[in-house]
């Protein structure tokens, strides 16, 4: 079984520019989550998905931050304008209540905002 | 608001020596998960063992096992026979079993503690 991909690995960008992540959940999983990970810390999410829905999106910064997931499946994170406080690693998770509700992390996505 | 709390920011182990990671939770809910993760370098998460917390019986994976103790709300990580690959920071994480908009709850983390082996 494909495990949650994500991309792209890593990515440089000025402050005030945009970046995008991408998102493909494990087949069949219907509850997609973004978190942030800032170095020293544990994951914050910043939103979860129920097929094309949002369950929860509280702790999303909207005036920068978006985040859509269409068609139900897979998703894109996107930042725009970045700032140096967003340097984190972005990590994709999914999962399902029919294949016993662990959630299962993609490998991230590392951004570095200079 | 649910919180986890990790208190040991660092720890130490001898290899083929045992370890306990320390955990502690607090909620107001009865139905929830409970989740140790582990994260190499490479920042991806990979999920050591869960516990439901209404099963009494402690969850256990080969050498990973846990202390769960819901009244006190403390749920530690015992590895045993500890490799050079355990090497790791250690995420404790709680997840609500309620259902809402058709999914459950997302993951609460503690701050890790990161876990040395010593050859």
């Known amino acids: 079984e494909a495990g949650v991909a994500q991309s792209p690995r890593y990515k440089i960008i000025e402050k005030r520019q945009s970046v995008a992540f991408w998102c493909n959940p494990i087949?069949?999983?219907?509850?997609l989550y973004w978190y942030q990970q800032i170095l020293g810390q544990g994951p914050k999410l910043l939103i979860q998905?129920?097929?094309?829905?949002?369950?929860?999106d509280s702790q999303l910064p909207k005036d920068r931050f978006s985040a859509e997931r269409l068609k139900g499946v897979d998703s894109t994170l996107k930042i725009q304008p970045a700032k140096l406080e967003d340097s984190a690693v972005y990590l994709c998770?999914?999962?399902?209540?029919?294949?016993?509700?662990?959630?299962?992390f993609g490998e991230g996505s590392w951004l570095t905002v200079v | 608001a649910q919180t986890v709390t990790q208190s040991q920011p660092e720890m130490s182990v001898q290899e083929a020596e045992t370890v306990t990671l320390s955990c502690t939770y607090d909620?107001?809910?009865?139905?929830?998960?409970l989740f140790w993760y582990k994260q190499p370098p490479s920042r991806q998460m990979i999920l050591v063992i869960r516990?439901?917390?209404?099963?009494?019986q402690n969850a256990t994976e080969n050498r990973f096992s846990v202390n769960f103790q819901k009244a006190a709300k403390s749920f530690s990580l015992k590895i045993s026979d500890s490799q050079l690959g355990d090497a790791a920071m250690y995420f404790c994480?709680?997840?609500?079993?309620?259902?809402?908009?058709?999914?459950?709850?997302?993951?609460?983390f503690g701050k890790g503690t990161k876990l040395s082996v010593k050859p």
């Open positions: 998770a999914s999962s399902s209540r029919e294949f016993g509700n662990t959630i299962y």
């Open positions: 087949s069949g999983h219907a509850t």
């Open positions: 998905f129920q097929n094309n829905g949002v369950v929860d």
């Open positions: 909620t107001s809910e009865s139905d929830y998960y």
């Open positions: 516990q439901e917390a209404y099963k009494q």
């Open positions: 994480a709680y997840r609500s079993a309620s259902v809402n908009g058709g999914s459950q709850g997302n993951l609460i």
